[in-house]
Structure formats: structure tokens, C-alpha cells
């Protein structure tokens, strides 16, 4: 069995890609996500450790082996997708409430449209209310 130790301790063992994903930091559904995106070269297995972590195992799906440099590169590209998958949950979360807003005002058909307080004016000579 031949292992090369990249980061941490994800690992490249007999042209397979095994990585660890913490559960504390990354969601079953984040790590579900990013994980679909490879669906399409690599047989994907997840296990749970003892110790809060997502055990992912990589595969190539065709009888085809991949060197061990675009292996390397994978695993590489596993770990920031990990991360960018995680950012874009956390983003998605924080701003739920401006895109239901967004959304229900898009589809309002003028119910909440309101006239702006205050006098609006515009140097140029541009009338709002013209529009």
C-alpha cells in the first residue's frame, strides 16, 4: 500500500483520495453538496468516525488510473471546494431574510410600493416621478 500524507491527514492511498472533513465546521448537507460535483469521476463512499469527522473516499469511477499528480490535484481541489461549499451555506444563511424580502417584494405587484418621505430632487433634473 503506498500512502503520500498531503495535509493533515488526508491522505492518497492506492490511487484512491481519503479525506477528513470535520463535523463541527462542515454540514452532512455542505459536504453533501461539494461532494456531488465529483459524482462524475470518482466513486464517492462517507462514513462517520467515532470523532465528529466525515471520512470521504474518492475512487476513479472508470477502470482508467489517474496519475498521481491529478490525483494530488484533486484532493487539493476537495479541500478548498470543502471550504467554499461551507462560506456559501453560511452566506446563504446570514442573508435568508433579504431574499425572502426581495422575493416577496418582486412578486407584490405594487401592494407595498410606497411614495419616499421627504422631498426628492435631483440637480440634474431628473424626476422620479415621471417613471
Known amino acids: 500500500m503506498t500512502m503520500r500524507k498531503l495535509a493533515n491527514k488526508n491522505i492518497i492511498a492506492d490511487s484512491e483520495i481519503i479525506a477528513f472533513a470535520d463535523s463541527g465546521i462542515f454540514s452532512r448537507e455542505v459536504v453533501l ?4 460535483w465529483y459524482g462524475d469521476k470518482f466513486h464517492i463512499q462517507i462514513n462517520e468516525s467515532e470523532d465528529n469527522e466525515f471520512i470521504i473516499h474518492l475512487s476513479p469511477s472508470n477502470k482508467s488510473h489517474l496519475k498521481q499528480e491529478e490525483l494530488e490535484s484533486y484532493l487539493y481541489k476537495l479541500e478548498r471546494d470543502l471550504i467554499d461549499f461551507q462560506l456559501r451555506d ?8 433579504v431574499r425572502e424580502l426581495l422575493i416577496a417584494k418582486a412578486f407584490s405587484n405594487g401592494e407595498f410600493d410606497e411614495e419616499p418621505q421627504g422631498v426628492v430632487s435631483d440637480p440634474v433634473g431628473f424626476d422620479p416621478k415621471i417613471i
Request: proline share 0%; glycine share 0%; charged share 35%.
Open 33 to 36: 453538496k461539494c461532494l456531488y
Open 90 to 97: 453560511i452566506v446563504n444563511k446570514e442573508s435568508k431574510n
